[in-house]
C-alpha cells in the first residue's frame, strides 16, 4: 500500500457504529461480551486461515439471548446460543448470506463449542437483507 497501512486494517470488515451492543440482544454483560468477543475471535481466524476472510463482506458472531438445554461431559449444560453471520452486500442496504463451506462451519462450531465458557449451541444465519438486517438489533 502506498500509505504503508497494513492490508488488514484497510480491509477490515464493517464494525457497527453502535458498538458491541448491537450484537448482543437483551442485556448486556461483561459475560455475555466475553461470549460475543471470544467466539467472534474464533470465527474470523477461522474465515481468515481458509482464505475466506475477503471474500465476505461482513461477518461476525452474535449472542442468542436464549439458554438451551446441552450436554457438556458428563453433565447438562444450560448455556447460550451463538449465531454466526456473514454476508456479502455491495451497498450495505440489501445483503445476501454467504454458502460457507461446510468444513469452516464445523471447525468453527467445534472450537466455539470447547473453549468459550457459557456456550452450547452454534447457529448459522442464513437471513437475507431485506427483510432481515445484517445486524441483530
Known sequence: MSLGIAHDIVHRHPFPGPGLAVRCPGEIT???LRIIRDSDAIFISRLKDHGW???VWQAYVALVPVKTVGV??????YEFAVSL?????EDAMTADWVELPYDILRETSHRILNS???VNRVLYDVSTKPPASIEWE
Open 85 to 89: 453471520r456473514a454476508v456479502v452486500s
Open 53 to 55: 476472510y475477503d471474500k
Open 116 to 118: 468459550v465458557p457459557g
Open 30 to 32: 461483561e459475560d455475555r
Open 72 to 77: 457438556k461431559g458428563d453433565e447438562r449444560s
